[in-house]
Each structure stands twice: as structure tokens, then as C-alpha cells.
């Protein structure tokens, strides 16, 4: 929006609404979950909804399910594969299994549909927008619980690039792993929260993976923290 002025006006102070919104893209098979997460997100304007045409442009895919499947898998790794988005899962249920999966299509934040009320459903879109994952404390025990009990495959083509990790990085994967954000991982390492964005995006980039905790449920499964 640009601001006019003449003779005698002043200009006003931006409101929220001439603010950056961040675009989200909703996916949902079910016509009334599709509705649902829609309407509780159009009222906060912070965000800017958009329509099919414009989805794989959006800052922000949101999948909305009852249950992971082959399906929504196949649709995580299409999303997965756009650059220009960041995606969240909103579930019903799900095993440890499925859970694995989703985080391995490059899903970064997770929230239970029976939890999903506006407020959450909000942070959970601004903290994908900030680069941040969002994950349940019980779900991230059960992910820890999983991946730990999974063996090293001999044929990752990742295996060398993740035997290089430094123990800065370790360190700060374990933050990420008790649920920790940027700024509270600066406070317990002592280093600037820029240092700490830095480290984790080099770790993420060196291991070709899709966000934090993708790497912490990749370094798990490797055995490195």
C-alpha cells in the first residue's frame, strides 16, 4: 500500500492489515477439515489464504488429514520438492511409524487436529514462516524413541558428509531435540542467536535435508546425537 499525502494531512501509522502476511496454502481431501482450518485462519491477518492457482507459490503448505497414508505421503514428497514452501501437518492420529515418514518428507511442524484451534494453528504457521518447527513434546519422545532404535544404513550416500558433524553442531541438534527455539539454544550455548541460525542452516544445507527437525530425526537415526 502506498501512502498519499497533501497540504496539510499526515501520514497514518500502518495498521496490521498493510503488514507482510504470509501465504498459506490449505490441502485437505475432506471437504470439512478443508473448511474448518480455512475459516480459523481467514480471520487472522497475519496470514493470506490463497486459492489452487496460486498454491505453489505459497510461503506455507498445510495438510490437513484424519490419518497418514500413501497418499499423503506422496503428497508430502511433491511439496517436499518445491523450494518455495515450508509445510505443516495438521493429524488426527498417527503411529511413530507415520510420524518418522512425515518428518522425512521434509514436514516441520505437526500439530494435532483435536488441538488445532485458532491460536495454535497460528503459531504453528508463523513458526514455519521464521524458519522454526513445532512438534509435541510426547511426539518428539516417540519420534526419539523410533529413530534410536533404527540402524545406520551402509548405503546412505549422506553417511561421510554425517560423520563430519562438529560438536557445536551436536550440541545444538540436542537443544533442537528437547523442543528448544533459537533463542533459548543461544542462551544455553552463549552464542548470538544469528550464530545459532547459522549453525543449524549449514548443518541442514551440508545434509541436504529440509529443516530442523528433519536434521534432528536424521542425526537420531545415525547415531550422532
Do not use: W
Request: hydrophobic letters at 45%; aromatic letters at 2%.
Amino acid at each position: 500500500m502506498t501512502a498519499r499525502t497533501s497540504p496539510g494531512t499526515t501520514t497514518a501509522t500502518p495498521t496490521t492489515a498493510d503488514r507482510r502476511r504470509v501465504t498459506v496454502a490449505v490441502y485437505s481431501q475432506d471437504r470439512v477439515l478443508h473448511i474448518g482450518i480455512v475459516h480459523q485462519l481467514r480471520q487472522r491477518p497475519e496470514v493470506a489464504l490463497v486459492g489452487d492457482a496460486e498454491a505453489d507459490g505459497a510461503e506455507i503448505s498445510l495438510v490437513v488429514v484424519d490419518v497418514v497414508d500413501d497418499e499423503v505421503i506422496a503428497l508430502l514428497h511433491r511439496l517436499q520438492r518445491n523450494a518455495a514452501t515450508r509445510t505443516g501437518l495438521v493429524v488426527g492420529t498417527f503411529d511413530s511409524v507415520a510420524l518418522q515418514r512425515v518428518i522425512e518428507c521434509g514436514v516441520a511442524a505437526v500439530l494435532r487436529r483435536a488441538e488445532a484451534d485458532q491460536d495454535r494453528l497460528l503459531h504453528l504457521v508463523l513458526a514455519l514462516a521464521n524458519g522454526e518447527g513445532v512438534l509435541p513434546g510426547d511426539l518428539l519422545g516417540r519420534l526419539l524413541t523410533h529413530v534410536g532404535s533404527l540402524q545406520r544404513s551402509p548405503l546412505d550416500p549422506r553417511a561421510l558428509s554425517l560423520s563430519t558433524l562438529t560438536a557445536r553442531e551436536a550440541d545444538m541438534l540436542r537443544l533442537v531435540a528437547e523442543g528448544l527455539d533459537t533463542a533459548e539454544i543461544a542462551q544455553k550455548t552463549s552464542y548470538s542467536e544469528r550464530t545459532v541460525k547459522n549453525v543449524l542452516h549449514e548443518v541442514i544445507t551440508r545434509l541436504q535435508l529440509r529443516n530442523r527437525t528433519h536434521a534432528v530425526g536424521y542425526a537420531l537415526r545415525n547415531g550422532l546425537i
